[in-house]
């Protein structure tokens, strides 16, 4: 704004701008002490399928544990975004996660692992080695892998970002599409790239049980996502009432704090090792119902 003001033109700067200004730099700098002396950690929340009732997934949040406080991801992941520093945090949070599927490999037989990654991360020319380079370290197997990522990253340069999950999926890895139905993209469009999964976004799952709107949606999220071939998973399900509608709607895979919380790693592994105590009651999913 101050370059249309014109050159003899002397912006105003304001005291609370510098305060937030020092405030950003300070926070970046955190981040990057964070991520030299391990602060952030790696949460698992478990996903249930809908037509077994029983645990099939895993998806890994990343969380700040800075000066004795838990930090949502909320609150640190756009700065990250824009300081550049997000594409080392998600390798952080990847090779975190490969050296724990390589540690949980008998436990996690049938479970997949889901790691977010953003769309700058994804951009960067080293993305796919990297990610060789750590499935090599950690002998990981790469079907037990899913990528999230929001339909924003093929804006960019879809024809190189085709190439790389074309690349990736060669290897064995899966894609899912994070936040679906707030993007712009047509899922005509998505069609064109190897996605196994649809995620709707807890923002229409939320109101699915009241909003009329939100239902009808949700019910063509579902059957559109199928009739491209791809599994659909609802993320936020809180209540029986959503979970009551999802089942009905013929949603393949739930997410949420109905099903479970993110766990940290220990407790994971516990719900791993006792499996049968994850297991949805038969009312609960399709299998054990008379739909
Ligand atoms: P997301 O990928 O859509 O992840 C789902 C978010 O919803 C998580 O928030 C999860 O804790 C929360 N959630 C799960 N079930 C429920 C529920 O029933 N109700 C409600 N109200 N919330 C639920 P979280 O962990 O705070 O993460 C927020 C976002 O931060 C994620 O949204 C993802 O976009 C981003 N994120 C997390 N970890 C990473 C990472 O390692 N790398 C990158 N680039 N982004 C990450
Ligand atoms: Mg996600
Ligand atoms: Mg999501
Ligand atoms: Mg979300």
């Given at each position: 704004e101050a370059k249309h003001q014109g050159r003899n033109r002397i912006c105003m700067f304001k005291p609370e701008m510098n305060t937030i200004v020092q405030q950003r730099l300070q926070m970046e700098q955190a981040i990057r002490q964070g991520l030299f002396s391990k602060e952030f950690l790696v949460y698992y929340q478990p996903q249930a399928d809908l037509s077994t009732g029983r645990l099939c997934g895993l998806e890994a949040l990343v969380r700040w544990y800075h000066k004795e406080q838990m930090i949502s991801p909320l609150a640190f992941i756009s700065l990250a975004e824009q300081s550049g520093l997000i594409t080392e945090l998600d390798f952080y949070v990847f090779n975190t996660v490969c050296s724990q599927i390589s540690q949980w490999k008998n436990e996690l037989q049938g479970v997949s692992v889901a790691v977010n990654f953003s769309a700058l991360s994804f951009m960067d020319a080293q993305f796919v080695p990297r990610i060789r380079t750590i499935l090599e370290q950690y002998q990981v197997e790469p079907d037990w892998l899913k990528i999230e990522m929001t339909e924003s990253i093929l804006m960019h340069d879809a024809d190189e970002s085709l190439l790389k999950m074309q690349e990736l999926r060669s290897l064995g890895i899966h894609f899912s599409i994070d936040d679906f139905g707030t993007g712009y993209s047509s899922l005509a469009y998505l069609k064109r790239f190897p996605f196994g999964q649809l995620k709707i976004d807890r923002s229409f799952i939320s109101d699915v049980y009241t909003d009329p709107d939100s239902a009808a949606l949700v019910r063509s999220m579902i059957s559109m996502g199928h009739n491209l071939g791809i599994t659909v998973i609802a993320e936020g399900v809180e209540t029986i009432e959503q979970l009551g509608f999802l089942l009905k709607a013929g949603c393949d895979e739930i997410q949420g704090y109905f099903y479970?919380?993110?766990?940290?790693a220990e407790q994971c592994f516990h719900q791993l090792q006792h499996r049968e105590q994850a297991q949805l009651p038969p009312e609960l999913y399709a299998n054990g119902q008379r739909c």
């Open positions: 479970s919380l993110p766990l940290p």
